[in-house]
């Protein structure tokens, strides 16, 4: 199986599972829906969407563009795991988070391509939050994971590799909810706000579920 072909849900995953799902899809779907006006009103101001729009430093568009960074790392992860266990309950997870922050990361890199303004920047990540993170082996942000954690995760199989997934998400939640919540506490943008609260409230939730997912294999978060 490889990264391109589309992940299904498994109809024997455990209810637990399953039906975390639900909130996790809806409130991506509620977030895409409350961006489209904002979008269209930044394009329709009286003034001009280049008046109205963020400045290229500010924390509406480090937010976006580093978020967008974190939640591909998180997608990459997720189709590593998929391919590497046959457990249910995992490949349903990993599911989640492709399509949800799949999903995010294009709402995100559509409102700064909505301000005209580019995806990348020479800012050293997480600029907006005054934070001086030291980047090392891949890992750019709070919660990322190394090329080198990466490759072992590439490396094993079977519950070994849920397990280590599970440890790497956790953290990877932990970088990203403290993100998402420093946003929150600086925002300007209503609607990238109500983004960044689905955020906390989804990935604090999965935090616990994927804790427990690691108690039920007889392992512990790594930190």
């Not at 989640?96 to 800012?123: E, F």
């Not at 600029?127 to 030291?134: F, G, I, L, T, V």
């Not at 960044?196 to 999965?206: H, K």
């Amino acid at each position: 199986m490889t990264a391109d072909q589309p992940v299904t849900e498994d109809p024997s995953a455990p209810r637990r599972r399953r039906t975390l799902w639900w909130p996790a899809a809806l409130a991506a779907a509620v977030a895409l829906c409350l961006g489209v006006p904002a979008l269209v009103a930044s394009g329709s101001s009286a003034s001009g969407s280049a008046a109205a729009a963020p400045a290229t430093d500010s924390p509406e568009a480090g937010f976006a563009r580093d978020m967008a960074t974190h939640h591909q790392q998180a997608i990459d992860l997720s189709f590593i795991v998929r391919d590497r266990t046959d457990n249910a309950e995992v490949r349903n997870l990993a599911f989640d988070v492709i399509n949800t922050q799949a999903n995010q990361r294009g709402m995100m890199m559509g409102w700064l391509d909505q301000w005209g303004l580019t995806q990348n920047s020479p800012a050293k990540p997480m600029a907006w939050m005054k934070m001086d993170y030291q980047a090392h082996d891949g890992s750019l942000m709070p919660g990322m994971a190394t090329n080198t954690q990466l490759d072992q995760l590439r490396k094993l199989s079977g519950a070994q590799a849920e397990v280590f997934y599970l440890q790497l998400m956790i953290e990877h939640h932990k970088g990203g909810a403290g993100m998402a919540q420093g946003y929150v506490d600086e925002a300007q943008n209503a609607t990238e706000k109500r983004l960044a609260q689905s955020m906390v409230t989804a990935q604090t939730s999965e935090i616990q579920l994927m804790t427990d997912m690691l108690a039920e294999r007889g392992a512990k978060p790594l930190s």
